[in-house]
């Protein structure tokens, strides 16, 4: 039950193993189940404290994890609900600083599904219902909310006031999701993506974005003026330089910030952007000082994550073991951004079979010096064969990730990458709990 995960409390366990029977009713899109069910639970959306929220294809969540780090360094108390979860399911649900502990989610999670009787909530649905359950009961200063898929349609879209509405980087990922026909979209796919993901625009809130190729920009702002948003693009109404630090200005004047510690030259524009997000509203005060120490406190596993020692990295010797799960071709880039440069790398890949078995190996050209095909565990994968064609080397394969790790060449350093599914279990093994 990979999606859903297992605790070790049986309470939680009960409730996970009820959401774990859920299945999304074919052909089902919009949000009248979710509103539904919020209505037989009190609509507890409409009772947060002031809310982010935010969407995008790569980077929400580190997004997430930079505002979440900016609003705690200014002494405030954040609810934060971020997804998937890698290890256990409380890391979707952070209530005032902490992952939701097991009593509290198992209450939550049984008085949800008990309530949705009859209305074939889907997993996502439930999760969000029991979040906002969760952000409306217990008192906090302010809530971080990431977008699960998409944003339109996505089961947090039922919040009416966010403060601030946010647009990570852009690209092609969930395409039987985000590009099913449905008439009045755009038809081009990038469009049609950015189209659904300003679809968390609200009257009169900021929705600030990062800079887009003309097309996708234009569908950004006319999502965000058919609704009476007030657009912030960066480029045009806010600007961020990156060197040897973050150069930010807007209409408000300059900053000048500190570079992430977070591994990726792409996280200083995803610190940026929860900047932008920060300054565009007046609801929550954040003084720059909070904004430079959130942005080096800030972290998020499983991307470009230097496992620490464990049980697994131990079978790599004293060479350094990367984690990422991207498995799309923009997280595939700024994998390649990260170790340009490195030809001696091995890989050890396991992808879903429904991604694209280029989109991380294809970019890593000239910087790999063996490929490692693993399961995803829980899900359906690609083999071996199946990366042959973007690559130069010949793919092997192994049953899991120590069993790869073991039978590398002694020189080297090592990247684990292709799937958030198997990033979890490599946490799980290395026993390095998100926390």
């Not at 659904?196 to 920009?217: L, S």
């Not at 000082?289 to 131990?314: F, K, N, S």
């Not at 170790?339 to 910087?367: E, N, Y």
């Not at 198997?422 to 390095?432: F, Q, W």
């Amino acid at each position: 039950m990979p999606d859903f995960a297992t605790s070790d409390d049986p309470a939680v366990q009960a409730q996970l193993d009820r959401l774990g029977a859920l299945t999304l009713p074919q052909g089902r899109f919009g949000l009248e189940t979710i509103r539904a069910l919020l209505t037989r639970l009190g609509d507890p959306q409409l009772s947060l404290p002031p809310v982010f929220h935010v969407a995008g294809t790569n980077g929400k969540g580190s997004t997430c994890a930079f505002l979440r780090a900016m609003l705690e360094a200014a002494g405030l108390r954040v609810h934060a609900a971020t997804s998937p979860h890698l290890v256990r399911y409380n890391e979707r649900i952070r209530v005032a600083g902490r992952l939701i502990d097991d009593a509290l989610l198992a209450s939550l999670l049984a008085e949800v599904l008990d309530a949705g009787a009859g209305l074939d909530a889907s997993f996502f649905e439930v999760t969000a219902a029991a979040t906002f359950l969760a952000f409306a009961r217990i008192p906090a200063d302010v809530c971080v909310i990431e977008v699960g898929l998409g944003g339109r349609l996505d089961a947090t879209n039922v919040m009416e006031q966010p403060v601030a509405c946010g647009i990570a980087t852009l690209g092609i990922d969930h395409e039987f999701f985000l590009l099913r026909p449905e008439e009045g979209t755009p038809a081009d796919p990038l469009v049609r993506i950015a189209f659904e993901k300003a679809g968390i625009a609200r009257p009169g809130v900021p929705m600030v974005t990062q800079a887009y190729r003309d097309d996708v920009t234009k569908v950004v702002i006319e999502v965000a003026m058919r609704v009476g948003a007030r657009p912030a693009i960066r480029g045009l109404d806010w600007h961020a330089e990156v060197g040897a630090h973050i150069a930010y200005r807007d209409r408000d004047g300059a900053l000048t910030l500190p570079l992430p510690t977070m591994p990726g030259a792409h996280q200083a524009d995803n610190a940026a952007l929860a900047v932008a997000m920060l300054r565009h509203q007046r609801a929550v005060s954040v003084p720059p000082e909070a904004m430079a120490g959130g942005i080096v406190a800030a972290r998020w596993p499983a991307r470009l994550q230097l496992l620490g020692p464990g049980p697994l990295t131990d079978l790599a010797g004293a060479r350094a073991v990367w984690l990422d799960g991207g498995h799309n071709p923009d997280a595939g880039a700024a994998i390649a951004r990260h170790f340009a440069g490195q030809s001696q790398m091995h890989l050890i890949i396991g992808m879903l079979d429904s991604k694209d078995p280029g989109a991380i190996l294809g970019r890593l050209t000239g910087q790999i010096a063996s490929v490692s095909v693993v399961p995803a565990p829980g899900h359906a994968a690609h083999p071996a064969e199946a990366f042959a064609p973007h690559c130069q080397l010949a793919p092997k394969g192994f049953p899991d990730v120590p069993t790869a790790l073991a039978t590398l060449p002694a020189e080297g350093d090592v990247l684990i990458a292709g799937s958030l599914y198997l990033a979890g279990e490599v946490l799980r093994l290395n026993r390095e709990l998100p926390d």
